[in-house]
């Protein structure tokens, strides 16, 4: 009887049970905070850009060279008497100290005899003088007889003339032949090599030394294509700094003295000589840089008015993202005219308090609905740094 009375009862049950639950799915469909709409659109973060001037900086690098190499010679032959202490290689010496000399003795006899001929020259020059006065007195005295000039001797003080320009030449010979007994430094120098010592005989053109000018150093640095569209109208005479990095390194200050003038055959570039006044810091406190070091020149070139820099990462095909007062997606084609490190300089295609997509969407669309981050339910524009 029990048994009768479940079959009838549990159907009955199951309905019930069913009802209320359609009825509870019922009263959550209605719920309006259950058919709230979910915001899909993309987040993105967004910067006003504003124009700006750039000044352009120019890196370049080169190898440091002395201004001026010069393979000493000798003038005069003899034995090399006297060297100074630092005509050594690597020692370095002044404009104008004696480097070296070689025996006098007989350049001072040659010196003396040549004075000698002088005097001698110019006594038969008075003598000669005399005659040819006598001959011109003789001469007014007997006007109607013919005077040749042998008569009033003008060949002859002529001659004498001559032997004393010639004694005088003979002179200033023997005297350059005693001052280049001693040879002395033409600028402040860093002596390379020495090839002679005391004792030894020198005849005229021997090389004795090779020595490199301190008094300035040179680095010949290449400039790029992409760069000398920014170089100065006027190179020669532009400030640059000359920084040789390391553990000890250090910047100095230096110009840039010319243009090679040539575009090189092989780099297509050209090249820039930049002058480094006392290289090795004799006359001032000022770190060396010695001949054959690596440095790295920069220099100021041209200022770019009303541009914009973006970082390299936001420019794709020369195309930028930027968000429209409609806060959707709007491509942007530009004209990128230089990179310096990680950013683009662009000066078409933007326009001043525009808002780039510095965040762009896994796959951008043209007028794609996108929310700006930080920004309320109605979508105002956040505050945002400027570009």
């Known amino acids: ?22 009825l509870g799915i019922n009263a959550i469909a209605a719920d309006p905070k259950a058919k709230e709409p979910v915001d899909s659109r993309p987040v993105v973060e967004v910067e006003s850009i504003s124009a700006l001037d750039h000044q352009v900086i120019i890196n370049s690098y080169g190898e440091v060279k002395p201004f001026e190499q010069t393979q000493l010679s000798v003038q005069v032959s003899g034995e090399v008497t006297y060297w100074h202490p630092s005509f050594i290689a690597g020692g370095i010496v002044a404009r104008g100290d004696v480097l070296m000399r070689i025996e006098k003795d007989n350049y001072e006899a040659a010196l003396l005899q040549a004075q000698a001929e002088l005097s001698r020259a110019k006594a038969a020059l008075i003598e000669e003088q005399a005659l040819a006065d006598v001959a011109q007195d003789e001469a007014r005295r007997f006007p109607n007889k013919k005077h040749t000039d042998l008569f009033l001797r003008k060949p002859q003080l002529m001659s004498a003339r001559a032997s004393v320009k010639s004694a005088e030449a003979a002179l200033k010979r023997a005297q350059r032949d005693l001052d280049n007994c001693e040879v002395v430094a033409p600028y402040d120098a860093l002596v390379i090599s020495r090839d002679i010592g005391l004792g030894q005989f020198v005849g005229v053109g021997t090389s004795v030394a090779q020595l490199n000018n301190i008094e300035s150093a040179e680095v010949i640095i290449p400039i790029a294509g992409f760069d000398s569209a920014f170089l100065p109208k006027i190179v020669a005479g532009t400030k640059a700094n000359v920084t040789q990095s390391g553990l000890n390194g250090f910047t100095r200050e230096a110009v840039i003295d010319r243009d090679l003038g040539v575009v090189d055959t092989q780099t297509r570039m050209v090249n820039l000589v930049v002058r480094i006044d006392d290289p090795y810091g004799l006359k001032s406190d000022q770190p060396a840089i010695k001949f054959g070091a690596f440095v790295q020149v920069n220099f100021a070139g041209k200022t770019l008015n009303r541009i914009y820099r973006l970082p390299q990462d936001l420019v794709n095909n020369q195309t930028v993202w930027l968000l429209n007062d409609d806060n959707k997606l709007e491509p942007r084609k530009v004209q990128v005219i230089r990179e310096e490190g990680e950013f683009f300089f662009v000066n078409v295609g933007l326009n001043d308090n525009e808002r780039i997509v510095t965040t762009v969407p896994e796959y951008p669309q043209k007028g794609m609905a996108v929310k700006v981050a930080g920004a309320d339910s109605s979508d105002a524009q956040p505050s945002s740094q400027k570009l």
């Open 1 to 22: 009887m029990q048994t009768k009375t479940l079959k009838w009862i549990l159907p009955f049950a199951v309905l019930m049970i069913g009802a209320v639950g359609a």
